[in-house]
Each structure stands twice: as structure tokens, then as C-alpha cells.
């Protein structure tokens, strides 16, 4: 008699962009971001993937780092943030930029909304994508999760994170 086991793989909540950095310590050039709530949430974007994931990630006015972020207006372009991002053959990430905008995003707005909107551009560029579950910082659409209750990073983008650093 032949008997098979199926045993199912654990869940994975998390899709990956594509490529990532080579080191998991990183700055980001916040010089264009303005102080008040946008600094605000982005320094507590970067602090909370510091403490819940294997990924270390600062902000300082460093001209020259490969990772800038800006809050600019770009318009009724359908998107309150996007990254960019630059890597060589080996999908190692060598420089990106993420920016908020401003059509959509002003500094009379929650700190917590703007950070989990941080967060989403920060998930990007350290290599995770979109999912399709609102209750994730990954929504395709950041704001839409923070309206249903996202507030920070989900087991799921900390696992995300972890496979990459």
C-alpha cells in the first residue's frame, strides 16, 4: 500500500519587487522633506522597520546617500507616493528615491496615516510589491489600508522584510 502526505507550505503574504539592497544598514536622505508631519512620519517609518524588521533604516540630511525621499506635488497623477529604483545585474539595489505627494497628502493629515504611507514607498524600495489584502501596509493604495485599521507594519511585511535581510 503507498500512502501520500500532503502537507501544505506556510502562507506567504508578501510579494517581492524584485531587487534589494546588499546590506540591510541604510539611510535615506530626508534633506527633501519638509520638518513637521512629514519628517515626523518618515523618521517613525524608518524607526519602526529598524525595530520590527532585520533591516536598519535611518533618515538624515545627507546629501549623497543612494536613497532620497521627497514630498513634492505632482499633480492629479492617481498616486499619493511612488518609488523609483535603479539596481545592476544582480538585482542589488544601487540608488531610489520615493516621494509623497502632495495632491493627495497634506501636513493636516494624522502622522500615522502619513507614516503608513512612508512605510508602503520604504517596503518598495527595500524590495517588496504590491498584495491584494487591504488590512497590509503593501495595499496597493497605503491610505485605503490606514482608512480599514492598518496603523504599522503586518507579520507579513516583517516576514517580507526578514527573506531579504
Known sequence: MLAALAVAAPAQAFNREGPHWGTARLTVDASGVPGGPFRDALDAAAAEYTTRTDASVGTADTAGSPWTAQVIDEGDDGYEGYSTWRYDGRRITTSAEMHLNTAYLDDSLPITRLKVVWEHETGHVLGLAHVPGIHHVMY???S???????????SDEIAGIDSLY
Do not use: F, K, M, Q
Not at 144 to 154: C, F, M, Q, R, S
Open 140 to 142: 496597493y493604495r497605503a
Open 144 to 154: 485605503d489600508a490606514y482608512e480599514d485599521g492598518v496603523t504599522g507594519l503586518t
